[in-house]
T-cell receptor
Framework: AQKVTQAQTEISVVEKEDVTLDCVYE???????LFWYKQPPSGELVFLIR??????QNEISGRYSWNFQKSTSSFNFTITASQVVDSAVYFC??????????????FGKGTKLSVIP | GAGVSQSPSNKVTEKGKDVELRCDPI?????LYWYRQSLGQGLEFLIY????????KSGLPSDRFSAERTGGSVSTLTIQRTQQEDSAVYLC????????????FGPGTRLTVL
């Protein structure tokens, strides 16, 4: 069975601080994908990044960066110089092949980030 | 281009009534997924469609839940004899390819069962 753990339920930071959201996953699949989604107060899940299990290169996109480490089964997300607009719930997710041949996403419980001006 | 759309955005119903929730995936996306988001359970997978067939219904919580997809496009999730525990946000997602592509989500339907 697949599992995604986001141990941080809620984080509050002051604007311009850096913040790291943790994600640890469990899977028996050798090929899988990891994702981060953002859910702002409006409610829609917004895709941020996808990483496959064979690509451990870190990625930076503007103020966002991701650190994927297979050795520790972690896929952490860092926001640099946080802004109020970053306030949202962030979900880490894992996809792999289920027994029924599906590719459903297994989500963590989410981390609610509040950026205080 | 247009994203995933869902209707209605909000639905309030009385316990015991049937409801239908609709999802229009991104054009050309062959894979379609339904998820449910509730406070207690987080985001849960319900059902997966590849084309018009549903190879994985493992997430449907009871036989009161069913879904269909027609023409490889629009999908309808039906909940019969709704119960209060069915209250949640129902999210639909679609992807071009079931494994290698990203799932893009719609805005969801908030269902409230009184």
């Amino acid at each position: 069975a697949q599992k995604v753990t986001q141990a941080q339920t809620e984080i509050s930071v002051v604007e311009k601080e850096d913040v790291t959201l943790d994600c640890v996953y469990e899977t028996r699949d050798t090929t899988y994908y990891l994702f981060w989604y953002k859910q702002p107060p409006s409610g829609e899940l917004v895709f941020l990044i996808r990483r496959n299990s064979f690509d451990e290169q870190n990625e930076i996109s503007g103020r966002y960066s991701w650190n994927f480490q297979k050795s520790t089964s972690s896929f952490n997300f860092t926001i640099t110089a946080s802004q109020v607009v970053d306030s949202a719930v962030y979900f880490c997710a894992l996809s792999g092949i289920s027994g029924a041949g599906s590719y459903q996403l297994t989500f963590g419980k989410g981390t609610k980030l509040s950026v205080i001006p | 281009g247009a994203g995933v759309s869902q209707s209605p955005s909000n639905k309030v119903t009385e316990k015991g009534k049937d409801v239908e929730l609709r999802c229009d995936p991104i054009s050309g996306h062959t894979a379609l997924y339904w998820y449910r988001q509730s406070l207690g359970q987080g985001l849960e997978f319900l059902i997966y469609f590849q084309g018009n067939s549903a190879p994985d219904k493992s997430g449907l919580p009871s036989d009161r839940f069913s879904a269909e997809r027609t023409g490889g496009s629009v999908s309808t999730l039906t909940i019969q004899r709704t119960q209060q525990e069915d209250s949640a946000v129902y999210l639909c997602a679609s992807s071009l390819d079931p494994f290698t592509d990203t799932q893009y989500f719609g805005p969801g339907t908030r269902l409230t069962v009184l």
